[in-house]
């Protein structure tokens, strides 16, 4: 069977962090510190309106030397953002990543939000189901050789 988003949603449980467009980005930058995350979604009523990452951080605050205090999340957050449905292969999410060249996904399914994965989320359950394959010939060859 192959893994789909919907394994990796199911094994994370975590909670979507996410800030309003107003929210400074310093805070936004803490929260990310606090729960040890690489992005927040940012969120107005209920509407996805974008994504902040630590990559917008680095190339849109700290090389335009910008104050981190007195910006908006919502004057450097990324607003055109690719996202994946749980059904969507390992695979497909990587080479979704690798075009857009983002590093995290919203996952939706009927418009609805159920989380969000990163490069690491794909690239840990990949190494996790090749390790299980590996497993499987070995144990395979072992078994039928010498009948």
Known sequence: METKVADILEEKKQEVFSVTPDTMVFDAIKLMVEKNIGAVLVVNENRLEGIFTERDYMKKIILKGIASKETPVKDVMTKKMAYISPDTSLEEGL????????????????????GVISIG????????????????????????WGQ
């Open 95 to 114: 080479a979704i990543m690798n075009e857009k060249k983002c590093r995290h996904l919203p996952v939706f399914e009927n418009k609805e939000l159920l």
């Open 121 to 144: 989320d794909l690239g840990r359950r990949i190494i996790i189901d090749q390790k299980i394959t590996i497993n499987n010939l070995n144990e395979y060859i072992a078994g039928n």
